[in-house]
């Protein structure tokens, strides 16, 4: 995984990521985390590929020590209106936008880019690539994954504490006993069909 692009040496670089494209509910998140050179973190990345005690324990080597990290999202109410990659496109570019230090490029995991007026390029497979795009897939999954585990409090039985809100056999059958909440994404296709049924 390449850290920093010699292409981009001395430039300030921000790496973009979202999670919660596929769950039934919730909001999606995305990350934007610019990496300080001089400070180097061991062990950045995918964060598919790490264990939930290793995400949790770089997102706080990444909050002690990047230059600047962003979280953002789009609600459950966006993704119903505008559809899911448009919403993930709209948190990415509320995520640069919310960077106390404004990027001069940004890498953004993917291949798609948000409409916006930076620098930048998508990166298929960019959280296996490159460092700073693999810290955003970490911030944003813990992130999320922490609000899924607050909205199992709040809407228990469903069982988001586990699930994070995907559609496993067990939600699908939680929604069919409990209902559709007001969390969960009206145009997903479960959802939909139930929601047809009435």
């Known amino acids: 995984m390449e850290a920093f692009i010699p292409a981009y040496q001395g430039l300030l670089l921000a790496g973009v990521d979202e999670v919660g494209r596929g769950p039934l509910a919730g909001d999606v998140v995305a990350a934007a985390v610019i990496l300080d050179p001089s400070r180097p973190i061991v062990g950045l990345d995918d964060s598919k590929k790490l264990s939930e005690k290793k995400r949790e324990y770089l997102f706080e080597l990444i909050s002690d020590n990047a230059l600047s990290y962003s979280v953002a999202r789009a609600s459950v109410a966006e993704i119903d209106q505008i559809n899911i990659l448009h919403a993930s496109l709209l948190a990415m570019k509320r995520a640069v936008e919310g960077l106390g230090q404004q990027p001069e490029h940004v890498l953004v995991d993917g291949n798609r880019l948000p409409q916006w007026h930076y620098s930048s390029e998508p990166v298929v ?48 059958e939680a929604l069919e006993k409990l209902g559709v909440t007001a969390i969960h994404r009206r145009t997903f296709g479960p959802v939909a069909r139930m929601l047809e049924r009435g």
Do not use: F, N
């Not at 497979?125 to 994954?145: E, L, N, T, W, Y």
């Open 125 to 172: 497979k960019g959280d296996s690539r490159h460092q700073a795009i693999a810290a955003a897939s970490i911030v944003a999954k813990v992130v999320r994954d922490r609000e899924m585990v607050e909205l199992d409090r709040q809407y228990p039985g469903y069982g988001l504490a586990g699930h994070k809100g995907y559609p496993t056999k067990a939600h699908v």
